[in-house]
């Protein structure tokens, strides 16, 4: 693989893992303002009314970087990663222009209403704006994951003189690695919204502030954070795990470091992946566990590395560690919110300060997992950047030299710090005023 094509992989890994910051919140928050705002137009609770109104402004803000770091990205399928543009663009186009014609459009035209209209328009109103700004994040989130799972498992197209043309739009949007890739991405989302909801409403009540609106956002973010937690794993983390089994079972073999194939395969907890010895370094294994997880039966045979072409092995250890670091912190988070529910139901939630402590310092640790989940998704696809039909190497535009993308990229890294700490400054603004008033004034 050439250095111009190790550069553009880099540049793309920075400003879509930087840029999925964003999405993460907004598609995950959206839903939780629907919520807060249909509790208060079913009972008048002003409280609810007052939360939903400081996380639609978080909301904004997020929607808003968001928009302004993912432009980069589309250009750079023209600039950097022209030859898959060429081959691919006739079934990635599709969705990535219905994400934005319909999503995109949907989301931001109510957002308006949602931000400004407070006190304006009828209840009614002001409550649908939320209901159609969530379904146009959700609605965007599915047509970006149908982009992706096209790449991890193409369906629907024909090949003419070398470039792939789509036979169905339907065979796209209802691929049948998007369902469940799709739902663990929008989990994940909501369960970020739910810790970061709860960590905000936690500082609140720690620091004697907004009282009303923090015990609120801890209640609704800990219950929803324990059922999302839940949900993260099974159903959707353990259905979206098949399809890679079904459809990229090297993947899988790499995901849990199984370099043999074996019956009755281990679940390895942790060890330390070596590619020269093949083998997992003090690993700590549950015997059996992975055979019945894949299978359902102790005894099946799950095939490992050595099963397929070296040269067809994703990248081991990055691919090994971060689905570890993802499975590590989303067993954290279980455990979190359902003590967090014990201590509701105690009706200690609000009382408890260690507790309180431990969700305001949980916030950054949801991000973590859902990037390290997706790091598993792409670089677990590698060598393909459409699997089975396109490599990564023959992806990259053939003019583009590695030292551009190096001068590129380091423009990138300088904007989106300063991005970044517009974003950060503006957030914590907001959060430190708390609750507007109504109006957006």
């Known amino acids: 693989m050439t250095d111009a094509v190790v550069a553009s992989r880099i540049q793309f890994a920075f400003t879509v893992m930087f840029h999925y910051l964003f999405p993460i919140l907004t598609m995950g928050l959206a839903p939780l303002i629907v919520v807060l705002k249909t509790r208060h137009l079913l009972t008048g609770d002003e409280t609810a009314a007052a939360a939903a109104r400081l996380w639609t402004r978080l909301f904004a803000v997020n929607f808003a970087v968001g928009v302004v770091t993912g432009i980069p990205m589309e250009f750079q399928f023209g600039t950097n990663w022209a030859a898959f543009s060429s081959f691919a663009g006739g079934v990635v186009g599709q969705t ?3 994400e934005g014609v319909f999503a995109f459009f949907l989301e931001s035209s109510f957002l308006g209403i949602l931000l400004f209209a407070e006190g304006r328009v009828s209840p ?17 989130g599915y047509f970006i994951t149908a982009t992706n799972a096209w790449m991890q498992h193409p369906v629907g197209y024909r090949i003419v003189r070398g470039s792939v043309q789509l036979e169905s739009l339907g065979a796209l949007l209802g691929n049948p690695f998007a369902w469940w890739q799709y739902a663990h991405v929008i989990n994940g989302a909501i369960l970020t919204a739910a810790i970061v909801m709860a960590s905000i409403g936690a500082y609140y009540l720690l620091a004697g502030r907004h009282q009303a609106v923090g015990r609120l956002s801890v209640a609704l973010g800990v219950v929803v954070g324990a059922v999302f937690a839940v949900t993260q794993a099974f159903p959707t983390g353990d259905f979206d795990s098949r399809n890679v089994l079904a459809y990229q079972p090297i993947k899988l073999a790499t995901m849990e470091g199984l370099f043999e194939t074996q019956y009755g395969a281990p679940l390895a907890i942790i060890g330390m992946p ?3 010895r093949r083998t997992l370094l003090d690993p700590v294994l549950v015997p059996e566990a992975l055979s019945f997880l894949a299978y359902g039966n102790f005894r099946a045979e799950v095939q490992g590395l050595n099963a397929y072409p070296e040269h067809l092995w994703p990248p081991v250890q990055i691919t090994y560690y971060a689905y570890h670091i993802m499975v590590g912190l989303g067993t954290i988070f279980i455990a979190v919110f359902l003590l967090g529910v014990l201590l509701w139901w105690r009706r200690a939630l609000f009382t408890t300060r260690w507790y309180l402590w431990v969700l305001m310092l949980l916030l950054p640790f949801p991000y973590i997992a859902n990037e390290a989940g997706w790091v598993v998704t792409e670089v677990g696809r590698q060598p393909w950047i459409v699997y089975g039909l396109l490599r990564t190497a023959a992806g990259s535009s053939p003019t583009v030299v590695a030292g551009e993308t190096i001068f590129t990229l380091l423009g990138f890294a300088g904007m989106y710090a ?16 708390g609750p507007g008033p109504a109006g957006g004034t």
């Open 96 to 98: 990535l222009a219905l």
């Open 124 to 140: 009614r109103l002001h409550w649908l704006s939320s209901v159609l700004v969530a379904a146009g994040a959700l609605l965007s």
């Open 274 to 276: 070596d590619t020269v």
């Open 418 to 433: 300063l991005i970044g700490l517009l974003a950060l400054f503006l957030a914590i603004r907001i959060i430190a005023e």
